[in-house]
Nanobody
Framework: QVQLVESGGGLVQAGGSLRLSCAASGRIFSINDMAWYRQAPGKQRELVAVTSSGGSTRYGDSVKGRFTISRDNTKKSMYLQMGSLELEDTAVYYC??????????????WGQGTQVTVSS
C-alpha cells in the first residue's frame, strides 16, 4: 500500500551536484526513519545517509561533508543534496522508509532506485 518514488538522478561531471528526491504515498500512519542507500556494480549495497523522525542525521564515511540529507514530513518526502561528486559515487540510489502501522509494528519499504552516473 506504500509506494516510494525516487527522482533527480542523472549524468553529471565530477565536482558537480545533484539533488535526489523521494516521495512516499499510500496508506501511511507515521514515518520513522528515512534513508538513502546506494549500490554500485560489483559492490554491496551501502548506507549513504539516514534521517530520523526527530531530524537527526548520520552519514556514511565516504559522503560526509559532501552530501546532506533532509526531510519534509508534511510532504512525506526526503531529499539528498549531493555535492562535490566523485566517480566513486556512481551507483543506483535507493530510498528506504520505515513506517509505523496503525495496528502496531514497523514496516520497511524500498523505492525502485534512481541512477546516478558521475563522469570525468
Amino acid at each position: 500500500q506504500v509506494q516510494l518514488v525516487e527522482s533527480g538522478g542523472g549524468l553529471v561531471q565530477a565536482g558537480g551536484s545533484l539533488r535526489l528526491s523521494c516521495a512516499a504515498s499510500g496508506r501511511i500512519f507515521s514515518i520513522n526513519d528515512m534513508a538513502w542507500y546506494r549500490q554500485a556494480p560489483g559492490k554491496q549495497r551501502e548506507l549513504v545517509a539516514v534521517t530520523s523522525s526527530g531530524g537527526s542525521t548520520r552519514y556514511g564515511d565516504s559522503v560526509k561533508g559532501r552530501f546532506t540529507i533532509s526531510r519534509d514530513n508534511t510532504k512525506k518526502s526526503m531529499y539528498l543534496q549531493m555535492g562535490s561528486l566523485e566517480l566513486e559515487d556512481t551507483a543506483v540510489y535507493y530510498c528506504n522508509v520505515q513506517t509505523f502501522r496503525l495496528g502496531g509494528g514497523l514496516e520497511d519499504y524500498w523505492g525502485q532506485g534512481t541512477q546516478v552516473t558521475v563522469s570525468s
